[in-house]
């Protein structure tokens, strides 16, 4: 694995936003559901730095440009405490397989350490064999126990 030379890990940004968009598009696109993207760069601004945050983002830039994002937020397991959740962890397709992957979840890592979390989780698709082994490759548990719940907005708003 070969290094991409000049990559900055840092905090993301408001002006961030339409880059980041455009991963998760991307994202999107590989993971088979580019219709199901329909978030905007308003509601993300507002998420992320409206008065009521919900998310935290890393980016991974090279002289302006935006090569990959880590996406988190704060949850609370009642078993452990304190948890962090990881939604995406993206490189631009271009930018894989050099280890940016890897820097951004090594600084992921440690903020999870500063805020004291007592579990870091995410999902993989069942399919995604490259994001797997880069997951077992940190010595990570991949769970097949837990089936995941959901219910969408439209099923939200139709509910009595």
Request: proline share 4%.
């Amino acid at each position: 694995m070969t290094h991409t030379p000049n990559i900055t890990i840092r905090t993301g940004t408001r002006q961030d936003l339409p880059q980041v968009l455009a991963l998760i598009k991307e994202l999107a696109e590989y993971e088979r559901a580019p219709q199901e993207v329909d978030n905007t760069v308003e509601r993300m601004e507002q998420d992320g730095f409206g008065p009521q945050k919900v998310f935290d983002f890393l980016v991974a830039e090279q002289d302006g440009r935006i090569l990959g994002l880590a996406l988190y937020y704060w949850s609370y397991s009642t078993w452990k405490g304190k948890c962090m959740y990881l939604e995406d962890l993206v490189i631009t397709q271009p930018h894989r397989r050099f280890g940016i992957g890897r820097r951004l979840f090594d600084r992921l890592i440690q903020i999870a350490k500063e805020k004291d979390v007592r579990r870091l989780s995410w999902q993989v698709l069942d399919w995604n064999e490259p994001a797997i082994e880069f997951y077992k490759g940190l010595g990570a548990q991949l769970d097949g126990e837990w089936i995941n719940g959901r219910l969408t907005y439209e099923q939200l708003q139709a509910m009595g």
